[in-house]
C-alpha cells in the first residue's frame, strides 16, 4: 500500500510522487535546507536529525529528485557504462567490480547493451548523456566519428576499458590484443607445435588477437595457418563446427588450435571429444578468457586470463582520479594478460 501525506490546508491526502523535501522538513522538524544535507552529505548531520529524516521517508515514500538535484549541483551521481553484453561474463565480472567501487562513493551505474555495433553504442552514448551522468565507461577504443564528437563535446570524464591506445579519448584501462595474441603463438611454438588454425568471432579485438597470432607463428615456424572465421560472436556449436570445417580442409594432426573465446574452444574440444581425437596430441587447444568452466572442462582448457577484478576496480579508480582533478593521473592502464596453462595445450 503507498504511502500518503496530508497536503496542508488542504484537506487532501497527496501522493509520494508529491512529496516535498518541505514536507519531510516538516515531519522531522527541520529545515528543508537540512533534509538536502542529509541527502547529499549524510555524515554532515547529527544522527539523531538524520534519523528522524529518515523515518519521516519511510512514512511517507518520498523519493528525491534526482534530476532537480543534478541541474542544481551539476552533478547526477551517475555512471554510464555500455558493453557489448550484459551476459557474457567477461564484461559482467569487470563491471560487478567497477560496480562496488563506484557505488561505495555514492555512484548509480546506467548499463546499455551495445552488442559491436559502433551504430548502436553511439545511440547509446546520445541517450546516455541526454541523463547527464558524471562520466562513461566504454567498451573497446574504436569508435564512430559521432561518438567522439559527442564524448569530447560532453566535456566528462571517460574510460574506455578492455582495450589499450596511445590516443585515448580521456583514460583507458585494458592490454593489447594483438600482443596476447602473439603471446599464444610463442607459447604454441615453445610447446612444440608446428601446425596452427585459428577460429575467430566477428568482432575487431578478436581479429587483432587472431592477426598477432598468425603473425607470430608464421614468423616462428614458417608454417601456413588455417583459419575459419565468424561474423557473429562465439558460441559452442561455432566452435565444434570450426573443426568439422578444418578437418574436412586436411588440418594436420597435432595441430594447435587458437580460438579467440573460450567458448569456441570448448566447441572444438567437445567436437574432438565425439569424434575420437585425442588432446592434445591429435589437436590442442588455445582458449581466450579463462572463463571460469575453462578448468573444469575435460580436458582442461588452457587459455589467456585477463584478471577483470582488476581491470574494473582499475577503470573505477580511473574515474574517481579525474573526479579529484589529480595532476598526477595516468592516462593509460595497462593491466596485462597471462597463459593458464591446462591439459588442452
Known amino acids: 500500500?503507498?504511502?500518503?501525506?496530508?497536503?496542508?490546508?488542504?484537506?487532501?491526502?497527496?501522493?509520494?510522487?508529491?512529496?516535498?523535501?518541505?514536507?519531510i522538513g516538516r515531519l522531522?522538524?527541520?529545515?528543508?535546507?537540512?533534509?538536502?544535507?542529509?541527502?547529499?552529505?549524510?555524515?554532515?548531520?547529527?544522527?539523531?536529525?538524520?534519523?528522524?529524516?529518515?523515518?519521516?521517508?519511510?512514512?511517507?515514500?518520498?523519493?528525491?529528485?534526482a534530476v532537480a538535484g543534478a541541474l542544481a549541483s551539476s552533478k547526477s551521481r551517475l555512471i554510464s557504462a555500455l558493453v557489448p553484453s550484459v551476459t557474457n561474463i567477461v564484461y559482467a565480472s569487470m563491471l560487478h567490480a567497477f560496480s562496488n567501487i563506484m557505488l561505495g562513493h555514492g555512484?548509480?551505474?546506467?548499463?546499455?547493451?551495445?552488442?559491436?555495433?559502433?551504430?548502436?553504442?553511439?545511440?547509446?552514448?546520445?541517450?546516455?548523456?541526454s541523463r547527464r551522468p558524471d562520466a562513461i565507461l566504454l567498451t573497446g577504443i574504436h569508435h564512430s566519428a559521432g561518438a567522439r564528437r559527442l564524448l569530447l563535446g560532453a566535456g566528462i570524464p571517460v574510460v574506455e576499458v578492455w582495450d589499450v591506445t596511445d590516443t585515448p579519448i580521456d583514460c583507458c584501462v585494458g592490454f593489447s590484443h594483438s600482443e596476447a595474441g602473439a603471446a599464444a603463438a610463442e607459447f604454441a611454438h615453445a610447446a612444440g607445435y608446428r601446425h596452427a588454425a585459428t577460429v575467430t568471432a566477428g568482432d575487431e579485438r578478436a581479429i587483432r588477437r587472431r592477426?598477432?597470432?598468425?603473425?607470430?607463428?608464421?614468423?616462428?615456424?614458417?608454417a601456413d595457418i588455417m583459419g575459419v572465421d565468424f561474423d557473429s560472436t562465439a558460441t559452442l556449436g561455432a566452435g565444434r563446427q570450426a573443426l568439422v570445417d578444418l578437418l574436412d580442409r586436411g588440418m594436420a594432426r597435432g595441430c594447435v588450435v587458437f580460438c579467440s573465446s573460450d567458448q569456441f574452444a570448448q566447441g572444438v574440444l567437445v567436437e574432438a571429444g565425439s569424434r575420437g581425437l585425442a588432446v592434445p596430441s591429435d589437436v590442442a587447444v588455445i582458449g581466450f578468457g579463462d572463463q571460469e568452466f575453462a578448468a573444469h572442462l575435460d580436458p582442461t582448457l588452457t587459455s589467456i586470463r585477463v584478471d577483470r577484478d582488476v581491470l574494473g576496480r582499475a577503470a573505477a579508480n580511473a574515474l574517481l582520479d579525474r573526479f579529484d582533478n589529480r595532476a598526477d593521473v595516468e592516462a593509460i592502464y595497462n593491466v596485462g594478460f597471462e597463459i593458464t596453462r591446462r591439459a588442452s595445450a
Open 211 to 222: 592477426n598477432g597470432f598468425v603473425d607470430r607463428f608464421r614468423k616462428l615456424s614458417g
Open 28 to 65: 522531522a522538524g527541520v529545515s528543508q535546507v537540512t533534509v538536502s544535507r542529509a541527502l547529499s552529505a549524510p555524515a554532515k548531520v547529527s544522527p539523531e536529525t538524520l534519523e528522524r529524516i529518515r523515518e519521516a521517508i519511510r512514512m511517507t515514500g518520498f523519493v528525491p529528485n
Open 1 to 23: 500500500m503507498n504511502s500518503r501525506v496530508r497536503e496542508p490546508g488542504t484537506g487532501r491526502r497527496a501522493s509520494a510522487g508529491n512529496v516535498t523535501m518541505a514536507d
Open 107 to 129: 555512484y548509480q551505474l546506467m548499463l546499455s547493451e551495445t552488442g559491436f555495433d559502433p551504430e548502436r553504442e553511439e545511440a547509446a552514448i546520445s541517450a546516455h548523456l
